[in-house]
């Protein structure tokens, strides 16, 4: 075997292994049993351009300019709770949400918090809830949704749910994830599909375990 056609086989064993790994680890993830999270709706109207209000001068009127008028700071957004565990029930205690804007790492701009309920299995519950936002730069943002990009707003979960084990409830378990929403001129999500809350320790811990394996396949097959 000549040295190129080792290194097509070999790069095609590990895209095979990094493949096969992906898959298994991310079908291992979606089977798994417990609650799960996810952002239905987002809207926000300071962003709707058939809604927000415009200033005008004399050259361009109709458009919009640093001193444009926010009268809705507000965000509104549907929540999903659902557990999907056929054996628990969930007791959760009160559920922080913090709204970023800028994607991950940015300053909340609003916080919320959603009391204690419980849960049965196989249960979905929604909370559709409004929130009033401080410190967003909305210039900024009505400059790039009418020019037709998008912004960023963060939303962050933090929990701490019990499981009822059959005569008591398990320690509580904490739970931390979040997940970026994109919003467009029309005020809502771009993502059409619901938006599943995940753990970014998580994600971060597949991509090294895959990139990890796939150096390894990689270096065996190059130099054994």
Known sequence: ???FAGFCLCTLITFAVTLSISVTLTLTANIHGGPRFF????????LDLSQSPTTSNNNNKNTFTNNTIITN??????????NIDDEHSVR????????????????AVANYVVRSFDQGWWEVDYRREVVESRGVPWEDAVKAVSNGSTVVFRVDLAA???????MWYSKKKRVRIGADVEVDGTGLKVKKKDIRLNSAAFQRGVGIYVLFLSLLVAWKCLFF
């Open 1 to 3: 075997m000549n040295a």
């Open 39 to 46: 952002v239905k709706e987002f809207y926000v109207p300071a």
């Open 73 to 82: 700071p507000c965000l509104f957004f549907d929540l999903a709770f659902v």
């Open 92 to 107: 959760y205690g009160d559920v922080n949400l913090t709204f970023s804007y800028g994607g991950r790492n940015n300053n």
């Open 160 to 166: 701490r749910p019990k499981f009822w084990e059959g």
